[in-house]
């Protein structure tokens, strides 16, 4: 099983709220048989209610007693920044991320002109590392490449550490409550269907299928592509 197949494994065990055995998860080598064990070990529903309508549903229940306003103030086209004022957004996200699970929101992102300015701070010490490495050492261009790439990783994970206060923007595509619902019934379904009776096989295949998507970014499979012969995993 290559690296590829590991982290996919990894991402149905959080999405499911399961442990697949490593001697199961080597013999899972297409989306159906991904599909057949899970089904196999959850509880089987008849209800077809779509998977990211019973997510909005959950998350407005959340989101209006955290943040103490009414359930009708919340569609899915509710843009979660004028729900949630940037001065406490970081502290009110957290309490998010507790009540629900870590893994069940997406986290908080730096604005944009921040992430262009670190760009920007890195490649120039990267610049300047390799200009000072090539005037003052008396080393090989391969030692004043690597100095340089040193130098250039320690301040982008300096300045990374420093600015985690400034993540305070919404990741670019979950910017709505909508947008929020989708990424839970994808990344952490089982936290909302904890309150229902079970899943059934097309529910437990659409998350399968969007998880593959999100992981890897192959689109273009049936249930009974192989992951490694026919999506060339590793």
Not at 30 to 47: G, H, L
Not at 107 to 134: E, K
Not at 202 to 211: H, L
């Amino acid at each position: 099983m290559g690296l590829d197949t590991v982290e996919l494994v990894i991402s149905f065990e959080d999405a499911f709220g399961m442990a697949i055995p490593d001697e199961v998860a080597a013999q899972l080598t297409t989306p159906r048989k991904v599909t057949d064990y899970i089904i196999a070990q959850v509880v089987v529903s008849e209800d077809p209610s779509c998977l990211s309508q019973q997510a909005f549903y959950f998350l407005r229940r959340k989101l209006a007693s955290s943040l103490n306003i009414s359930r009708r103030d919340l569609a899915p086209n509710t843009r979660l920044e004028n729900l949630i004022p940037v001065e406490n957004r970081r502290l009110l996200w957290a309490r998010l991320k507790t009540q629900l699970e870590p893994a069940s929101v997406p986290d908080l992102a730096r604005p944009i002109w921040l992430l262009s300015l670190l760009l920007l701070l890195t490649v120039l010490v990267f610049i300047y590392a390799l200009i000072h490495a090539w005037n003052n050492f008396n080393v090989g261009s391969n030692f004043v490449l690597f100095f340089g790439l040193f130098v250039a990783l320690v301040v982008g994970y300096g300045s990374a550490v420093i600015t985690r206060p400034f993540k305070r923007t919404f990741r670019r595509g979950y910017e709505c409550a909508g947008d929020l619902a989708k990424y839970l019934s994808v990344h952490s379904p089982h936290v909302f269907k904890k309150e229902k009776k079970g899943w059934t096989r097309e529910q437990v295949a659409a998350v399968v299928r969007e998880i593959i998507i999100d992981q890897v970014g192959v689109k273009d499979f049936t249930e009974d592509s192989h992951f490694i012969h026919d999506m060339h995993l590793e």
